[in-house]
C-alpha cells in the first residue's frame, strides 16, 4: 500500500501525488480504504480504492531515470508501419499501457522518426500520441528528478549531448 506524500503513476493520469488514505469524503464507501490522488499537472482530485484494478505503481527513482536517459541514444524506434488510423491507434495506445518509460522513448522516437523519413507532418494520430507519450514521459522524469517538467527536455539534451562529448573525448 502506498502512503500518503509518495508519488506514483496511476493508470494514464500519468504521475500523481498520494494525498492520503482512508476513507474517502463520500457517502456509502466508509468501510473501504481508498487513495486521494492529486495527479502533479492537473487541478483535480482522483479518490480510487486501494484495491482497485487500475494500474499503479512507484515512480522512478532518481538513478532509474538518469539510467534511462542516459540510455535513450540506444533505444531503437519501432518499425511498426500501418496506413489504418485504427491499427495506429491499438499500436500506440499499447504502448502506452505497458506504462515503462523506454516504451514510451520508443514511441516518442518513432514519431520523430516518421517525420524524418517522410519529410512531412506527421498525422494527427501520430501526433497526438507522441505528446502524450512525452506528457507522461516528461512528468515522470521530472518528479524522479526533482525538476520542473519544463526543464526535462533541456535537461535530457544536456546529458545526452554531454556523454557523446565525454565519449569522443575518450577515443
Known amino acids: 500500500m502506498y502512503q500518503a506524500g509518495e508519488f506514483i ?3 494514464t493520469s500519468g504521475v500523481c501525488r498520494v494525498e492520503s488514505v482512508g476513507a474517502p469524503p463520500f457517502a456509502g464507501e466508509e468501510d473501504k480504504l481508498y487513495y486521494t490522488l492529486a495527479p502533479v499537472s492537473g487541478s ?5 480504492p486501494v484495491d482497485s484494478s487500475v494500474f499503479m ?16 541514444p ?14 495506429s491507434t491499438e499500436h500506440y495506445q499499447a504502448a502506452l499501457q505497458t506504462h515503462d518509460c ?7 522516437k518513432t514519431v520523430y522518426a516518421k517525420a524524418r523519413r517522410s519529410g512531412r507532418r506527421v498525422s494527427q494520430i501520430d501526433q497526438r500520441y ?18 520542473p517538467v519544463g526543464e526535462v527536455p533541456a535537461y535530457i539534451s544536456r546529458s545526452i549531448s554531454g556523454k557523446g562529448a565525454k565519449t569522443a573525448k575518450t577515443q
Not at 483535480?44 to 480510487?48: L, V
Not at 540506444?74 to 491499427?87: A, G, K, P, V
Open 44 to 48: 483535480e482530485t482522483i479518490y480510487i
Open 130 to 147: 507522441r505528446k502524450r507519450a512525452e506528457e507522461l514521459l516528461h512528468g515522470e522524469l521530472a518528479v524522479a528528478l526533482g525538476i
Open 57 to 72: 505503481r512507484p515512480v522512478i527513482s532518481r538513478v532509474q531515470a538518469q539510467r534511462l536517459i542516459d540510455s535513450i
Open 102 to 108: 523506454r516504451d514510451l522513448v520508443q514511441l516518442i
Open 9 to 11: 503513476v496511476y493508470g
Open 74 to 87: 540506444s533505444i531503437e524506434e519501432d518499425h511498426f508501419t500501418s496506413h489504418s488510423l485504427r491499427m
